[in-house]
Nanobody, 125 residues
Framework: VKLVESGGGLVQPGSSLSLSCEAS????????IGWFRQAPGKEREGVSF????????YYLDSGKGRFTVSRDNAKNTAYLQMNSLKPEDTAVYYC???????????????????WGQGTQVTVSS
């Protein structure tokens, strides 16, 4: 099983980035997908989530209205569209997959079965 993130980079504040998470070795439609980020010296935090039944989504408060999570099961790929980026969004971004349950919360890293290697997002002028 492999999850591969792509789309990170260095952008100016106010810019947009679209991250992709391509899965292999698993059928993505069976899994809920979480996006996490980790900045230097900080804990990994949940950014966004899309479930595997009806595409219900959740977002970190600071990402609401700016981030959009989606999935294309035919391509076995999930996406995180990030708009109006801020310097505080700078972090390594990870996607993760869980077949469930996630009763302790979608933002709990321990509920995820598989993780990607991460992609760096840097927002700086």
């Amino acid at each position: 099983v492999k999850l591969v993130e792509s789309g990170g980079g260095l952008v100016q504040p106010g810019s947009s980035l679209s991250l992709s998470c391509e899965a292999s070795g698993l059928i993505l439609s069976y899994y809920a997908i979480g996006w996490f980020r980790q900045a230097p010296g900080k804990e990994r935090e949940g950014v966004s989530f899309i479930n595997n039944s009806d595409d219900t989504t959740y977002y970190l408060d600071s990402g609401k209205g700016r981030f959009t999570v989606s999935r294309d099961n035919a391509k076995n790929t999930a996406y995180l569209q990030m708009n109006s980026l801020k310097p505080e969004d700078t972090a390594v971004y990870y996607c993760a997959a869980t077949i469930g349950p996630y009763s302790t919360g979608w933002y709990d890293p321990s509920v995820y079965d598989y993780w990607g290697q991460g992609t760096q997002v840097t927002v700086s002028s």
